[in-house]
């Protein structure tokens, strides 16, 4: 068996409605296992992690983005210092560090037909 992976990446939001019928009348059967980190437009301050393994699918809350808090607020994370210099360096001027980046892995994936 031959498994293909493609990783989808984008700064723009999705549309709530749009991915809620993509995942429920056109998610290929042939996706395997996929997971990653997404956000809607109608919650910009939320980061939602996505997992789908087989019939099971799960987007639940993975915090905030660094941008929805006060930059004085950013720094009470260790984290953040560890991280800021890195993150300026793919911040989008609109978007700032929002972003999708989900990982899809299964057979005969068709990324252009996936993405139309």
């Known amino acids: 068996m031959v498994f293909h992976l493609f990783v989808f990446r984008s700064q723009r939001p999705f549309h709530p409605q749009r991915l809620h019928s993509y995942l ?8 395997i296992r996929a997971k990653g980190l997404l956000w809607l437009a109608s919650r910009p301050n939320l980061a ?3 997992s789908q393994a087989g019939g099971s699918v799960r987007l639940e809350s993975a915090g905030s983005w660094w ?4 930059e004085e607020q950013r720094y009470q994370y260790p984290s953040y ?5 890195e993150l300026l360096k793919r911040w989008h001027p609109e978007w700032e560090d929002r972003k999708n980046e989900l990982v899809f892995i299964g057979q005969h994936l068709d990324k252009e037909k996936y993405l139309s």
């Open 24 to 31: 429920n009348e056109r998610y290929p059967h042939n996706i």
């Open 48 to 50: 939602i992690s996505f």
């Open 67 to 70: 941008s929805s808090m006060p």
């Open 81 to 85: 210092a560890e991280i800021s210099a």
